[in-house]
Each structure stands twice: as structure tokens, then as C-alpha cells.
């Protein structure tokens, strides 16, 4: 912790010019199409070239790059999950992250300023207490705070006990952290781009070519395309891309949104989340506070939420943080989140051979951008699930090998 | 914020309900013998679609009832609603 000291604002570079080809055409076929250009596609496009020699490949887009919950979430970073097989993911995830701009050759921003996690009774201390061991246990890096510890790291936190949900303890992941969500699908367009891949945006898929149960390539609104093996890595949409290829997942598509406050001095030099009080926030490097709330209930394709959620969220952040009160809340936007019934991704093979999925990210894809791609990529080169995304096969809804991750994914996302 | 018609009190604010997810998912008949395939159909498959939706609420606010709405997932656009055990509209797609 002794790195936490203040930061200053920061003077972003400037906006980049060309980074791949903007109108991109489809070739007629490839050896992998990829559909979804946000981060997880973009990833696993890149670790396609790069780590198996596949350059061959189209990444198809419906919009533009990025523009779906890769330009839509908070940017948060952790690994600090409960499960192993979480643990596996996510913290593999967490280990390309701190490297990836050199990799890439790419600023992302990627800042490991650390991710705290409220607690606000008893039984709370006790569930992340428990998940503090268990990362322990994992050989994932968690510390456990007294609120006076929090106050240190956080000083704006109120940790009065008279307030309606008391600090009382929270873990804290200090190579947790945040980076710019833009530049990091820039910087892994720009590698994959450098590296062969087609990024083909205003695309949208309208179905799939399918032979004796094999895919053979896709339809879209630019025409057929042929390709030898084909991953669905298009977060909300997912569930409509299955139903193409005739089968059914289990994902909920839900609106899950977020808002950013207008430019303020810095304030807070960490990531502060809260399952109980439903917050959690971190300020940009600009200055902006960056807030996220809990999804709305109902299923929806509309990327917008209700106003209640955000009224909800933010009085709560304005209890915790009663310097929050007097900040101009900006804008807030909404982004289409594909929920799994146990909270965690959905990765591997489907009933159609050569077809490939990745999703079920939900609230919290963001942070596993880099080991999404990675295990994606291998599982599509080799044609069988990699080691790190066996567990979260979709047959584990058959075999009841859930991985419930509710309550490490909860609100923070 | 919704507005939700609910067919007892009318259309009333999103904050009096809550969600029941899809409506007319019936519990298996002969669930004795169902394969673990037909389990987690039941259990965990629930549709998803883009545009017309048959779904349940409750009024918790309100009349504390269940019922069933036709909704559309684009735009949030309400069809009708209609009592349980009743004759299900068609959608209004």
C-alpha cells in the first residue's frame, strides 16, 4: 500500500488515427470468423494469431468497435473471486493485464491502484472473510481492511457507525485497478489488425450456414461468408446468434447501467465496491467518477435502464461518500449484459460442431478481457475446451457443476 | 421508469412491481422420470428473445397479485396484459 499515494490528473494522448482499415470488406471465406468486435472478440482474434499462427480471420461487428459494453461498463479489474475455477480465469486474466500494453505496444491505462469491497454487518464480514481465505488459499492477493484501514486508503469513505449501512470491514485486491476500456479494444484491434485479421464493421450476422451439423460459415447483412470454424463471442445477443444456429442458452439479457460524473479533482486513488449498499465507483484518469449500478430486472435488448435504478444507487454512493453529494452527475448510458444462472461465463464447444461460444460475462466481462481471449483462442485452435475454460462448459447446466459466483459477482462487476 | 398495465389496478409505476421472468413455464409432467437434459431445460433454459415477450409480474406494491404482459425487449413498448389461467392474448407482433 505504500504506493497509494495521490495521483494527479493526468492529460490524455491524443485520439489515434488509423489502427486497423475503418471499411473493412469481407473476404469470401476464412479459416475463423469471430463475431462480435468488442473486447472479448478482439482478444480472442488476436490470441488466435499470436499464439497459435491463425491470421486468417474476420472479426464481425453489427456496429462498430467497441461500441456495445466494451464502451459501456466501469473498467473495473480483480480477481478476487470465491471459486477455483474463478480463480483460474480470472486471475489469469489479471496476469496479461500486466503486461498487455507492452505486449501490444499499446497505453491502455491500465492503473493497479487496488479494489476494495465493502462490508456492513455481520454476516457480511463473514462472506468476504470467506472469500478472503479463499483467495489465500488460491494464491490470489487479498488483504483484510478494518474500516480505519479503509479510511487510510479511502479518506473520503464515511465510516461513522451510525450511518445505515456502517463500514465494517472490507477485502481489499491491491493488484486490482482499472484501465481505459476504449484503448484497450484499440490497442487489441490495432495487434490483431497488424497481424492479418479483418475487422469488419456495420456487419450484422443474419445466420448461419449449417451442414450435417457442422458450420460451414455465416449470413449477413454483406453477404455469406465461408468460414472453417466459427466463435459467437456477442455478449447480450448471444442467446439470438444461438437460436440461428438452432439451440438455446441459458442467458438472460438484462440492462445493466452505469454514469460518470463531470471532471472533479482527485478524490479517490482506488476501486470502492459495495454488494450491500449496491456501489461501487472509481475516478478516471481525467477526473471523472465513474459509478456502475445493479442491473434492472426485467430482460431487454434496449441498452437504456430506468432512472430509479441510478436514483437508487446514488443515494447510496452519497451516504458512503458524503463528498459525492455536490458532484453533477453527466451522463449515464446502459449496456445489454447476458446473465447466466450461475453468474459465471459460459465458455467452449455447442452442439453444433465447429461452432464455438463465449459468453455469459454478465455484470463483469470487462476484467477478463485478456484470459477470455486467451482460453477462447486455444479452445477454437485445438477444437476442445483449454484446461483454464473446461469448468465452464455449457454441460455443466446437465451436470450440475454450477460455478455460483453471485456473490463475488454481485454488484461488483 | 415502466409503466406496467397490470389488468387488476391499471397501468402503474415500474417501482410497485417486480419481475417473474418468462411466463408459461409449466412444471414437467412425469418429472419422475426426466433426464438430467430435460432437467436443465426446465431448470435453467428460459427464452431470451429480441422483441415480444409473454412474462410475469407482481404487484407487490399494489394488488400483491400475478399476472402476464406481453412486452416487446426493443423498445419496452407494453402489449396486453391478461389474468393467470386465463386465455393468452396473441402477440402483438
Known sequence: ?413 | MLHIPCPYCGPRDETEFHYGSEAHVAYPEDSANLTDEEWAKFVFIRSNPKGWMAERWVHSAGCRRWFNVWRNTINHEFGPSYKPFTQQPKSPA
Open chain 1, 1 to 413: 500500500m505504500a504506493n497509494m499515494t495521490r495521483r494527479r490528473t493526468v492529460e490524455l494522448p491524443d485520439h489515434p488515427d488509423f489502427l486497423w482499415v475503418a471499411d473493412q470488406k469481407p473476404k469470401k471465406s476464412y479459416d475463423v470468423i469471430i463475431i462480435g468486435a468488442g473486447g472479448h472478440g478482439l482478444a480472442t482474434a488476436y490470441y488466435l494469431a499470436k499464439n497459435h499462427g491463425i491470421t486468417n480471420v474476420a472479426v464481425i461487428e453489427k456496429g462498430w468497435l467497441a461500441g456495445g459494453n466494451m464502451g459501456r461498463n466501469t473498467t473495473i479489474i480483480r480477481s478476487n473471486y470465491l471459486w477455483d475455477e474463478s480463480a483460474g480465469i480470472y486471475d489469469h486474466s489479471l496476469k496479461l493485464w500486466e503486461n498487455l500494453e507492452e505486449e501490444v505496444g499499446y497505453e491502455m491505462f491500465f492503473s493497479q491502484r487496488g479494489v476494495m469491497t465493502l462490508a456492513h454487518s455481520v454476516s457480511d464480514v463473514r462472506s468476504k472473510q470467506r472469500n478472503f481465505y479463499a483467495n489465500h488459499v488460491n494464491a490470489v492477493d487479498s488483504v483484510w481492511l478494518t474500516p480505519e484501514e479503509v479510511k487510510e486508503i479511502a479518506p473520503i469513505v464515511n465510516i461513522s457507525e451510525d450511518i445505515r449501512y456502517p463500514v465494517m470491514g472490507a477485502t481489499f485486491q491491491p493488484r486490482g485497478g482499472i484501465a481505459k476500456h476504449d484503448w484497450v479494444a484499440w490497442g487489441y484491434a490495432k495487434a490483431a489488425a497488424d497481424l492479418g485479421v479483418d475487422i469488419i464493421q456495420n456487419c450484422e450476422v443474419t445466420g448461419f450456414k449449417i451442414v450435417d451439423g457442422k458450420v460451414q460459415g455465416i449470413k449477413t447483412t454483406q453477404g455469406d461468408i465461408a468460414a472453417n470454424k466459427v466463435g459467437m463471442v456477442a455478449a447480450g445477443h448471444t442467446s439470438v446468434l444461438a437460436n440461428m444456429a438452432g439451440f438455446d442458452v441459458p442467458l438472460q439479457s438484462r440492462p445493466l447501467q452505469a454514469l460518470v460524473s463531470e471532471l472533479n479533482e482527485q478524490v479517490l486513488d482506488t476501486v470502492i465496491m459495495s454488494g450491500a449498499v449496491h456501489v461501487y465507483v472509481s475516478q478516471a484518469h481525467k477526473g471523472e467518477l465513474v459509478m456502475g449500478a445493479g442491473t434492472d430486472s426485467y430482460n431487454s435488448y434496449a441498452q437504456r435502464g430506468g432512472f430509479h435504478v441510478i436514483e437508487h444507487q446514488l443515494a447510496a454512493a452519497c451516504e458512503l461518500f458524503p463528498i459525492f453529494e455536490r458532484a453533477h452527475m453527466l451522463r449515464t448510458w446502459g449496456g445489454i449484459v447476458d446473465i447466466a444462472p450461475d453468474a459465471s461465463p459460459i465458455i467452449g464447444l455447442t452442439p453444433v460442431e465447429n461452432l464455438f461460444i463465449n459468453s455469459g460475462w454478465g455484470t463483469g466481462g470487462f476484467k477478463a478481457t485478456p484470459g477470455s481471449g486467451w482460453v477462447m483462442a486455444a479452445t477454437i485452435a485445438n477444437g476442445e475446451p483449454d484446461a483454464l475454460a473446461k469448468p465452464y462448459a455449457l454441460d455443466r447446466f446437465i451436470s450440475g457443476h454450477l460455478i455460483d459466483e453471485h456473490g463475488a459477482a454481485g454488484v461488483a462487476h
